[in-house]
């Protein structure tokens, strides 16, 4: 009888497992993009990535002027790789592919960012970045989200210290 009730159990289990498995097939297959047939691979929220991407931008400019280029090429390639995150997930909202916007958009202005980084010049991020900030808030025109203004920051509300790290 025992041997039974812990068969049954097993069976139940792989049961469970198998259908579990064939369910997110299909759910995977309902979410192809109707135009492309690629796969939504990314299930967060966009406002989660753009939450993120906020703090990322705001800590990016408190190590750029600073000049501390390591910790501002730290952001940027957060900001990067949360933007490649986004554009490879597909992410429609109400019709707008942002995925997209933020592909035409933002990158080519990561990328001069970077460029100031790279060049460890303060004038050259501070004017990319300021790009950088009207891009975000004309792509969130474009996506019907233009409530949502991005500032250049004005200060530092998180308790890390922005400057360079002393030379021995």
């Given at each position: ?5 812990k068969l049954?159990?097993?069976?139940l ?11 997110q ?10 135009d ?6 990314d299930t ?5 990535h753009m ?13 750029g002027?600073?000049?501390n280029w ?6 940027s390639?957060?900001?990067?790789e ?5 554009i490879?997930?597909n992410?429609?909202d109400?019709?707008?592919?942002v995925s997209k916007?933020l ?7 990561i990328?001069?960012v970077e460029?100031?980084i790279?060049?460890k010049?303060q004038a050259m ?7 950088m900030i009207?891009?975000c808030?004309q ?13 250049v920051?004005?200060?530092?509300p998180?308790?890390?210290d ?5 030379e021995?």
């Amino acid at each position: 009888m025992e041997y039974r009730i812990k068969l049954g159990g097993f069976i139940l289990l792989v049961s469970t497992v198998f259908i579990s498995i064939s369910c997110q097939t299909d759910q995977a297959k309902s979410n192809a993009h109707p135009d492309t047939d690629e796969q939504y691979e990314d299930t967060v929220p966009l406002i989660y990535h753009m939450s993120f991407m906020q703090r990322y931008s705001h800590k990016l400019y408190l190590a750029g002027i600073e000049e501390n280029w390591e910790l501002a090429d730290v952001y940027s390639h957060e900001i990067e790789e949360l933007s490649e995150t986004i554009i490879d997930g597909n992410h429609l909202d109400d019709g707008v592919n942002v995925s997209k916007l933020l592909e035409t958009m933002l990158i080519p202005q990561i990328e001069n960012v970077e460029a100031a980084i790279d060049a460890k010049d303060q004038a050259m991020f501070e004017d990319n970045y300021q790009t950088m900030i009207q891009t975000c808030n004309q792509c969130h025109e474009a996506a019907n989200y233009g409530a949502v203004k991005v500032t250049v920051p004005s200060g530092n509300p998180y308790n890390q210290d922005f400057s360079p790290a002393a030379e021995e």
